[in-house]
T-cell receptor, first 116, second 116 residues
Framework: GAVVSQHPSWVICKSGTSVKIECRSLDFQATTMFWYRQFPKQSLMLMATSNEGSKATYEQGVEKDKFLINHASLTLSTLTVTSAHPEDSSFYIC????????????FGEGSRLTVL | GDSVTQMEGPVTLSEEAFLTINCTYTATGYPSLFWYVQYPGEGLQLLLKATKADDKGSNKGFEATYRKETTSFHLEKGSVQVSDSAVYFCALSPSMFSGGYNKLIFGAGTRLAVHP
């Protein structure tokens, strides 16, 4: 099946710094990508939907200035956590859907962020 | 709002035991229902799906039936293997349009550990 890769798989940063997480579709063009956040023992929560070449659509309660999403190409979307704080520590997961619309979402392995 | 509730884990079974992971949902209208599986170190993968009431999704020996009367989509397998050890997520898509593969609302996940 299609492959979606995230990088880094884990990152530790100091409070106040910014961290960028990349999501790549390796063998297909992803017109739409989704970013999720998962707290320990809780559900994956959709943060935002990004479409290639346009602004991301954020879910209610998600700070768009804090979680910057860029989907500049059909194979890459990035999530930047700006001015990170310990409460931003979480597991971030991206998923992608191809332009051919197979009806299936493909997920990355996830990126664990720890803010000290 | 729409939500998914699944049984807490971990679920620990011996090889060849019968597996049931309960999943119930709350949604308006007619959602599509999914089970995703996440093996260690990998991204979520679609295991099976059902798009309308009484549909049965099946794959790799797993099956789940869309029960609208009980708002449930329980995952079952008759004989588990060690290789089935993973985290299983129940999810729904509130939209029936285009097969309902847009937003996904996830349950918290259930970890399954199968011992030889």
């Amino acid at each position: 099946g299609a492959v979606v890769s995230q990088h880094p798989s884990w990152v530790i940063c100091k409070s106040g710094t910014s961290v960028k997480i990349e999501c790549r579709s390796l063998d297909f063009q992803a017109t739409t990508m989704f970013w999720y956040r998962q707290f320990p023992k809780q559900s994956l929560m959709l943060m935002a939907t990004s479409n290639e070449g346009s602004k991301a659509t954020y879910e209610q309660g998600v700070e768009k200035d804090k979680f910057l999403i860029n989907h500049a190409s059909l194979t890459l979307s990035t999530l930047t956590v700006t001015s990170a704080h310990p409460e931003d520590s979480s597991f971030y997961i991206c998923s992608a859907r191809g332009s051919g619309y197979t009806g299936e979402l493909f997920f990355g392995e996830g990126s664990r962020l720890t803010v000290l | 709002g729409d939500s998914v509730t699944q049984m807490e884990g971990p679920v620990t079974l011996s090889e060849e035991a019968f597996l049931t992971i309960n999943c119930t949902y709350t949604a308006t209208g007619y959602p599509s229902l999914f089970w995703y599986v996440q093996y260690p170190g990998e991204g979520l993968q679609l295991l099976l799906k059902a798009t309308k009431a009484d549909d049965k999704g099946s794959n790799k020996g797993f099956e789940a039936t869309y029960r609208k009367e009980t708002t449930s989509f329980h995952l079952e397998k008759g004989s588990v293997q060690v290789s089935d050890s993973a985290v299983y997520f129940c999810a729904l898509s509130p939209s029936m349009f285009s097969g309902g593969y847009n937003k996904l609302i996830f349950g918290a996940g259930t970890r399954l550990a199968v011992h030889p």
